[in-house]
């Protein structure tokens, strides 16, 4: 158990550096959201241009910038009560065919005798219909042993081969939606839109641990991505606690003074107040503008026939109490003039939702699985292994533990 008056006596001891640790933050911070608003007064050619030879600045604003004269664009409606804001999601929503797929895993431990995980992937469709028709249903998948003893060459662990099986089979499950709704124009119905819960770009801190795994990923959003540009079917990562630095990064490039670079996050910028002005997220609804992602690592990966990005993304205030959610959208989307509707398809998802998408959080629910799940299938395991006459043994602290627990 934990002892509540030894932690507070660690904590103490800290004070001091918890203290200067927040100082210089929120100087950072404040630093970095001014110098953030003051790219309002530039033109995005202007900053193509400052940018120079750069080839990973981060991000790069796009002709949004120029008509909106500013960073932000203002959702521009306003509700008295809940109950107009969720007619006006419901209206928003009608007869448009929602997606969400999300995933769980068990993982291996040194409590069995024999590798082996699970992987439970669930989505959940929505036609927003009179009549109703959802479907709501869920894959599981055994990662064998061999399969998790599949090191790639020495460079990936048993973790991050469940990981990208899940990762896998939640694409899979978006491309299948994509393909269901082609030719969603032709039948006159509205724009569909599914959600991937989570980023379509790895980090580049994550690309060093994932070493060969990385192209795994990449080729699999790459797929997700190109289909929803061939098929015309939007797509979109939903990302609600971002630690992105894309607008960070370009910041950085602009200010080729700065020795080290900002250890601070797009959110925390969009989302503090100046001396002197709001946050430039500071209303309901709002978005910034869309911005195409350079990001190191990806660069030559993520592009389209044209050498041009072929992901950005927005940041888009979900709630009134926290930082806004961060939206990666395939560049198609803006180009074809469909941002302005999937943007308010997700504001409409967030009201019904409680600042959540309802598509991704009924996934979510419906995907994942608790320590007593772990329980159940490992006695599965032990009568699969009865029944096979093979050897598979969990250990009595494990067991022991359970009890207690």
């Not at 932000?72 to 809940?82: A, K, L, Q, S």
């Not at 060459?153 to 048993?158: D, I, K, M, T, V």
Request: net charge negative.
């Amino acid at each position: 158990m934990l002892h509540r008056g030894h932690l507070i006596s660690a904590l103490r001891a800290g004070r001091e550096d918890f203290i200067k640790f927040e100082r210089a933050w929120r100087d950072e911070v404040q630093a970095g959201a001014e110098n953030l608003r003051a790219l309002s007064s530039l033109k995005s050619d202007e900053i193509r241009g400052r940018v120079g030879l750069t080839t990973a600045p981060g991000a790069l604003p796009s002709g949004e910038l120029d008509y909106m004269r500013g960073m932000v664009v203002p959702f521009g409606i306003e509700w008295r009560t809940h109950e107009e804001a969720r007619r006006w999601a419901v209206e928003t929503l009608r007869e448009r065919v929602t997606f969400a797929a999300d995933g769980s895993q068990i993982m291996p431990g040194r409590d069995i005798s024999m590798p082996v995980a699970g992987v439970q992937v669930a989505w959940f469709e929505n036609p927003h219909a009179a009549h109703g028709g959802y479907e709501k249903d869920a894959l599981f998948s055994i990662i064998t042993p061999n399969e998790l003893m599949q090191s790639d060459g020495g460079q990936a662990s048993p973790e991050q081969v469940v990981n990208f099986r899940r990762f896998e089979l939640e694409t899979q499950a978006l491309c299948a939606f994509i393909e269901r709704r082609r030719g969603w124009r032709a039948r006159g119905e509205r724009a569909p839109l599914a959600f991937l819960d989570g980023t379509f770009l790895i980090s580049s801190a994550r690309q060093h641990t994932e070493n060969k795994f990385f192209a795994h990923y990449a080729e699999a959003i790459l797929k997700l991505v190109r289909l929803s540009a061939e098929a015309e079917v939007p797509v979109v990562g939903y990302i609600d606690q971002s630690y992105a630095r894309d607008l960070v990064n370009l910041l950085d490039v602009l200010d080729k003074r700065r020795a080290q670079q900002s250890t601070v996050y797009d959110a925390q910028l969009l989302a503090a107040p100046t001396r002197e002005d709001p946050a430039l997220l500071a209303r309901w609804g709002d978005r910034t503008i869309f911005s195409y992602c350079l990001r190191e690592g990806l660069v030559e990966d993520f592009r389209d026939d044209r050498n041009e990005p072929l992901v950005g993304f927005v940041y888009l205030q979900t709630t009134t109490d926290a930082a806004p959610a961060r939206l990666d959208i395939p560049t198609w989307i803006y180009e074809a003039g469909l941002l302005d509707e999937v943007l308010d398809a997700t504001r409409a998802e967030c009201v019904v939702g409680n600042g959540y998408p309802y598509a991704v959080e009924t996934a979510d629910a419906a995907a994942v699985m608790t320590a007593r799940d772990r329980e159940h299938f490992l006695r599965a395991m032990q009568d699969f292994a009865r029944e096979q006459d093979f050897a598979f043994h969990i250990s009595r602290k494990s067991v022991s533990k359970a009890h207690r627990r």
